[in-house]
């Protein structure tokens, strides 16, 4: 019994890794400056997508004036940035691993 392989699934992968590379790249270049480079703010500006739905998951600004809503939403920015950096990197190995098991799944199914 051969095992073809699941196209779909690589495609799918593929396009995940190539939006997160477009988005990477043209956050690299806010990020570039004259005094170096902003390695914190990059990985904010790159992981923000991605940690959009648990940034307000932490702190919810209540009970606070603007001043404080405002020092609150910056803070819960920064969080999801961070978390949505972390989700990136699992983001990128998870669907390298699965082009390579979709690939070299069916070739070993072939050899059985």
Excluded: H, Q
């Excluded at 480079?37 to 790159?46: A, G, K, P």
């Excluded at 969080?79 to 979709?102: C, P």
């Amino acid at each position: 019994m051969k095992k073809k392989i699941d196209m779909m699934k690589i495609l799918l992968n593929l396009f995940k890794l190539t939006i997160i590379v477009v988005w990477m790249i043209t956050c690299y270049y806010v990020c570039r400056t004259d005094e170096g480079f902003m390695y914190f703010e990059y990985w904010i500006l790159c992981g923000f997508p991605f940690g959009l739905r648990k940034m307000f998951m932490l702190l919810i600004p209540r009970n606070f004036g603007i001043a404080g809503g405002i020092g609150v939403l910056a803070l819960n920015v920064i969080i999801g940035g961070t978390i949505g950096g972390f989700i990136i990197v699992s983001t990128v190995i998870k669907s390298i691993f699965e082009i390579i098991t979709s690939i070299f799944g069916s070739a070993r199914a072939k050899v059985e």
